[in-house]
């Protein structure tokens, strides 16, 4: 018994003094890493990366902007080619009046897209082209039929084309962040622009950034062809 009191007597004299030396060289800086005060410590959060990330040859991400899920923007379906699905930021529709967006996506130049902006000309307005599947195309021209277009309005008593607005200035751009601006004339004929290099991308914003105004504020688009 006497043994078995001096053994543990022994043990805990042992843990005693070793706690004791180890807060002592604690409080002497034993244990301090090498960095000196003022140096800033960085590091590396892996936390988002993912395994196959690509290193330096990143491929290019197509990714479609927000207003494609916003559902303040109806989504119609395009069938002129290239894009099957086209949201426009307003339309007319109201009493007599009538613009859908596919209107101006329809391979139709006889069907118009109207702004539905009532206090202005519609200065600032667009259109957003892509794919129900999320898919690329690659563009290397745009074709525009500018205004109201249809025959049955423009002949010698009326002339829709010249009482609507349209569109002047238009800015487009891609999901690489490439922003294209050309000028529009004031014709019915239809106007194609050419981009230096065929440009791929999930989607093609198009804005009206000023107009001819007419007498009446409905800015028109007849055809918007992307090709
Ligand atoms: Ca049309």
Redesign the pocket.
Known sequence: MKYVISIILSLVIIVLVSVGTFSWMQKQGFFDTAVSSGDAVTYTDLSNRSEDAPESEAEPVHQLPPEAQDNRYEEFEATNGTFDRVKASSYADWQGTKGLPS??????????WQDGAKDSYGEGEWFLSYNADGSTRTISSVTV?NGYQDLKYNNDAQNFYQLNSRVQDVMLEFDDGSVYVFTLQDSPEAQTFTFDEPIETCYVKFTVESVYQGKWSDTCL??IVYR
């Open positions: 209107w101006a996506f329809d391979a139709d130049a006889n069907t118009t039929y007849s055809e």
